[in-house]
């Protein structure tokens, strides 16, 4: 390497390091490193982290810290607390900004007292990306194994750069984001996209239901699959005018290997709506609305499985709970819809049928707001019990999505403060759950 272009890239490297904060000349960006534990930097990142988590606490000591060089400044922590004079430790991540200002990132409590039963991993799918806002997440497991999941990106939620984007989970690690999809039209126009949902059939390819136009009142359904497990996609396909393929949630393929796709429309009140397809979404029919969208306004459903030809389907309303609606036949039609127990601040949920005939459900359990994100388990889809609380941070997490894989494990997946997806993995055979009386979360 010549002399002249390496003393280039160290120079920059030094004044990177130099402007984001003194005195990490010596730590590489984008790399964790070693700090000490009386940093004043650290100690400020450990004290807002304290407070932002629960001001009833009293910060003790640090008792590990690692520093990384982003855009700012990441602090991993090991934080000493005291609880109603109880000592306590817990991991935390805090970011401080260029602005100066921190953010909580992470909290979780090390005593086993407090630990969540099945909740095996939390992560980040990825850092930085070259979008501010994400939102929508969706999540697969292709045939060929693996992860892959998708979300929508850009600059805000209804702005014409907002495209789908997607990452796979491969050799142990994420994927960095790529855009899979966008909304430009043959004659120039762009328009945003919308609530990617990510399926894969029974001896097909994998597909990606999107939506296109300028506000849901307006968009239209779009497809696109993919044979070798998302890494690469076909040309975007139109789907037919009415048919907007699965809204947000994931479609189910029944006995018979029809795929029924839980869907709903917003330009004549919020209605629930089911399409069906025969061929491996070749060709669709679509049911009427099952509600009238004024005694429930209901969208964004999830479809379980109660046994035999039965379904229910749950979801997001304007009524500040989740609804309610099942079916006799195979979702050829559906019953009258009604509200549930469990709150719902007018915010997505998703929800799954375990293997072994549970449910799960993960939403934001509260009437108001989008914190906290919670996992409740049923065992015949009418009586919720309280299982996790995936964040608690003030905050918005929101729009979840769930999935078993063939390993048994359960995936989620969810929007984090529209900044970054979330992905968290479970073993659904260690959950513990408790009652919900009243519909209370305990």
Not at 54 to 62: E, H, M
Request: aromatic content about 8%; charged content about 20%; proline content about 7%.
């Amino acid at each position: 390497m010549k002399l002249a272009p390496f003393l280039a890239i160290v120079a920059t490297s030094l004044i990177i390091a130099s402007v984001l904060a003194p005195g990490l000349r010596a730590q590489i960006p984008g790399g964790f490193g070693g700090l000490s534990m009386k940093d004043p930097d650290a100690l400020a990142a450990a004290k807002f982290a304290v407070t932002a988590h629960d001001p009833q606490l009293t910060f003790q000591a640090i008792e590990k810290v690692e520093r990384q060089v982003v855009a700012g400044l990441n602090f991993r922590l090991t934080i000493s607390v005291t609880e109603s004079g109880k000592a306590r430790s817990a991991d935390a991540v805090v970011w401080k900004k260029l602005d100066g200002t921190h953010q909580l990132t992470s909290w979780k409590w090390l005593d086993e007292a407090h630990a969540q039963a099945g909740l095996l991993k939390s992560e980040f799918i990825y850092e930085t990306a070259p979008f501010p806002s994400c939102h929508a997440t969706t999540i697969v497991e292709p045939a060929a194994g693996g992860l892959v999941a998708a979300w929508f990106g850009g600059t805000a939620e209804g702005k014409p750069d907002v495209g789908i984007w997607s990452s796979r989970f491969t050799d142990e690690k994420w994927t960095a984001p790529v855009e899979v999809a966008n909304g430009v039209q043959t004659d120039g126009t762009r328009f945003p996209c919308w609530n990617p949902v990510l399926f894969q059939p029974k001896g097909g390819a994998l597909l990606l239901f999107y939506k296109v136009g300028p506000s849901p009142s307006k968009w239209w359904g779009m497809l696109r699959n993919s044979t070798d497990g998302g890494r690469t996609w076909s040309d975007a396909r139109r789907l037919p005018d009415g048919i907007l393929g699965p809204i947000k949630n994931k479609p189910v393929q029944l006995a018979n290997g029809d795929i029924l796709c839980p869907t709903s429309s917003e330009d004549a009140g919020w209605r629930v709506h089911f399409e069906r397809s025969s061929d491996g979404g070749a060709n669709w029919s679509k049911t009427d609305a099952v509600n009238d969208g004024k005694v429930i306004g209901a969208i964004q459903p999830s479809i379980l499985f109660p046994g035999g030809e039965k379904l229910l389907a749950i979801g997001r309303t304007k009524q500040a709970h989740i609804f309610r609606i099942a079916s006799d036949d195979g979702g050829k039609s559906w019953g009258e819809m009604s509200l549930t127990a469990l709150p719902n601040p007018n915010s997505g949920t998703d929800a799954v049928t375990l293997r072994d005939g549970r449910h799960l459900l993960v939403y934001n359990h509260t009437a108001k707001g989008r914190t906290p994100l919670n996992l409740a388990v049923s065992r015949d889809g009418v009586v919720w019990e309280a299982a996790l609380t995936l964040e608690t941070v003030p905050g918005e997490y929101s729009y979840p999505a769930i999935i078993q894989t063939g390993d048994g494990l359960v995936h989620i997946t969810y929007t984090w403060k529209r900044q970054r997806v979330r992905h968290v993995v479970i073993d659904p055979a260690q959950l513990k759950s408790q009652p919900m009386m009243g519909g209370t979360w305990p």
